[in-house]
């Protein structure tokens, strides 16, 4: 099965910026919303923000402002710049699509690999 592919993350100082990128499977029937959430040690996997196949954004008011998400529908792909960030920021940061694999079927969900994101001076 082909797995997304997911690419961006690194250190950055506090302040800096940082362009995350993930790819969904190409033979697809159909892609609707995509996302991107992050986890920090310790805690939770949360919502960053989503946007929708008809491009309505939706973020976390701790990134609102700050970070955009954008897609790529021609190249399924989903897009996550990230400016002025914060050491609050630090966490693994993982896509997500809703996807159709066939022409009858349902969307179902699935995760890219996860991408480390560092803020430290």
């Known amino acids: 099965q082909v797995h997304a592919v997911e690419s961006g993350g690194g250190l950055v100082q506090p302040g800096g910026s940082l362009r995350l990128s993930c790819a969904a499977p190409?033979?697809?029937?159909?892609?609707?919303?995509m996302g991107w959430y992050r986890q920090a040690p310790g805690k939770q996997r949360d919502l960053v923000a989503t946007?929708?196949?008809?491009?309505?954004?939706n973020y976390a008011d701790s990134v609102k402002g700050r970070f955009t998400i954008s897609r790529d529908n021609a190249r399924n792909t989903v897009y996550l710049q990230m400016n002025t960030l914060k050491p609050e920021d630090t966490a693994v940061y993982y896509c997500?699509?809703?996807?159709?694999?066939?022409?009858?079927?349902?969307?179902?969900?699935?995760w890219g690999q996860g991408t480390q994101v560092t803020v430290s001076s």
């Open positions: 190409g033979s697809i029937f159909g892609i609707g919303i």
């Open positions: 946007i929708n196949s008809g491009g309505s954004t």
């Open positions: 997500n699509a809703n996807i159709r694999t066939s022409r009858s079927g349902t969307y179902t969900s699935w």
